[in-house]
């Protein structure tokens, strides 16, 4: 009775020890599995794979340690299995796992090679490639497949947000225009054709913390424009027409893998309707010979369409697929042969319902909406003789922000300024060339590009001559 009592007595220390030692186990393999958790939140996914493994090798090494997932005693051996059942069956789970995690340390090395060959296959189209993983929704979903986020250890949510700053990039830049004396006024039924080319390159500014270097872009602008001016309720008014073409070329390397977009075609066309507020009354040729400009306050509206060439199925395109509209306020002031012109105005946009839609990452549809974009343009010029003047040029434009989804796209917001110089030189009676140079003096995202347009203009009043 005594020796009963006394093996009884041994087997519960035993027991105590055993599950003492298997609770401790566990919550270490806890501790370090939380580790992992917070490796993945700070997109160090090396780091992840490698504690993930480490934590199951913790209940690996606790199972071999033990010798099996049973007490090696034979007595009582109802209390036994009931009192290991939940340890046991987690170190059974580390036997399996054990293996795994060399295979899930094979799927992440292959992992490597298979995005660095999606990385090449980019350079025939970027965009068309990488998958727009923008909200939460869709990377909880991936926590459920987790040797498809081992396979893939790049955080696609970043790649595909510094894409997207590069289509972003390319649309943005249009918007960010200068243009001295657009609310100096001219005689009604004054005409003109403007045929403008624009080339700008230079580098451009993303989140330093995405896995992309060396972006570059280069574009080929050309535009068609036609204006008109007009009697508006006694006050002088104008439209104007725009047809641009658009060619560009986008150079980055992903991931030390040199990629590259290429885009041509019709970009958005647009139309500005402005009228005159204050001091601009219409007048025709010859009340205008008379009359002094001094300060001249207007209005305009600028609309931009969908027509440029657009395909839902990449993230870069020429066009916008959708609407934008821009009411603006103008002040222009002379003293002499100086003209001092400061505008304010604000872009909205519409929502694009078909953003990188219909492909096999997205079978479905994409909206992307861009926060409204404030706009403020000044510009001084000087009156050489009629006809040629030198003008100053700076702008600021702040907001822009874009949301996939409803959910907000970081690294988006635009607080950018440009300054240059623009020269009109007449040619002729009926021609002009003017020049113009500006570049990004701040940047905080977008291209820190230089600009250089040269347009030839010809004007007339009624029929052409």
């Not at 992440?108 to 998958?131: E, P, S």
């Not at 001219?186 to 992309?212: E, K, M, R």
């Not at 020429?318 to 002040?331: A, F, H, I, Q, S």
Request: net charge positive.
């Amino acid at each position: 009775m005594k020796r009963s009592e006394g093996t009884n007595a041994a087997f519960s220390d035993v027991l105590r020890r055993e599950k003492s030692e298997s609770n401790a186990g566990i919550l270490k393999s806890f501790a370090v599995f939380g580790m992992s958790v917070a490796s993945w939140r700070t997109g160090d996914t090396n780091g992840f794979t490698l504690l993930i493994v480490k934590s199951f090798a913790v209940l690996s090494v606790r199972e071999r340690n033990s010798g099996n997932s049973e007490l090696r005693t034979t007595h009582n051996s109802r209390v036994a299995s009931a009192a290991t059942n939940i340890p046991a069956k987690i170190l059974r789970l580390g036997i399996l796992i054990q293996p795994a995690s060399g295979l899930i340390r094979l799927l992440h090395f292959k992992g490597k090679i298979y995005f660095a060959q999606l990385n090449r296959m980019l350079a025939a189209d970027l965009c068309d490639q990488v998958t727009a993983v923008g909200n939460s929704e869709l990377m909880f979903t991936t926590l459920h497949k987790p040797l498809i986020y081992f396979a893939l250890p790049v955080s696609l949510r970043l790649l595909a947000s510094c894409i997207t700053l590069i289509w972003f990039i390319s649309v943005t830049c249009r918007a960010q225009d200068l243009s001295p004396r657009a609310y100096i006024i001219t005689p009604i039924h004054s005409n003109a054709v403007v045929l403008t080319y624009s080339f700008q390159t230079g580098g451009i500014v993303i989140n330093p913390t995405l896995p992309i270097n060396n972006t570059t872009g280069t574009l080929n602008g050309f535009i068609f424009s036609c204006f008109h001016t007009f009697g508006f309720f006694g006050r002088s008014a104008n439209v104007t027409a725009l047809l641009p073409y658009t060619v560009g070329n986008f150079r980055a390397e992903v991931e030390s893998v040199p990629t590259q977009v290429y885009r041509s075609g019709l970009a958005d066309s647009g139309l500005r309707f402005s009228v005159n507020l204050h001091g601009g009354p219409a007048m025709d040729v010859a009340d205008f010979i008379s009359w002094k400009q001094k300060l001249l306050v207007g209005t305009s509206i600028t609309i931009t369409a969908p027509t440029g060439q657009y395909d839902p199925m990449v993230l870069v395109n020429v066009g916008t697929n959708r609407w934008g509209l821009k009411p603006e306020l103008g002040l222009s002031r002379r003293w002499g042969h100086w003209v001092l012109d400061t505008y304010g105005g604000v872009w909205f946009f519409t929502e694009n319902h078909e953003y990188f839609s219909h492909n096999v990452y997205f079978p479905g549809k994409n909206t992307q909406l861009q926060n409204p974009l404030g706009a403020f343009q000044a510009h001084l010029s000087y009156d050489i003789r009629p006809r040629l003047w030198l003008s100053a040029d700076a702008n600021y434009f702040y907001g822009g922000s874009t949301n996939l989804n409803g959910v907000k796209t970081l690294g988006t917001l635009i607080a950018n300024s440009r300054i240059g110089i623009t020269a009109s030189v007449p040619l002729h009676k009926h021609q002009s060339l003017k020049f113009s140079y500006n570049y990004g003096e701040i940047v905080r995202v977008g291209g820190h590009y230089h600009n250089v347009a040269i347009g030839w203009q010809y004007s007339w009043l009624g029929r052409p001559n």
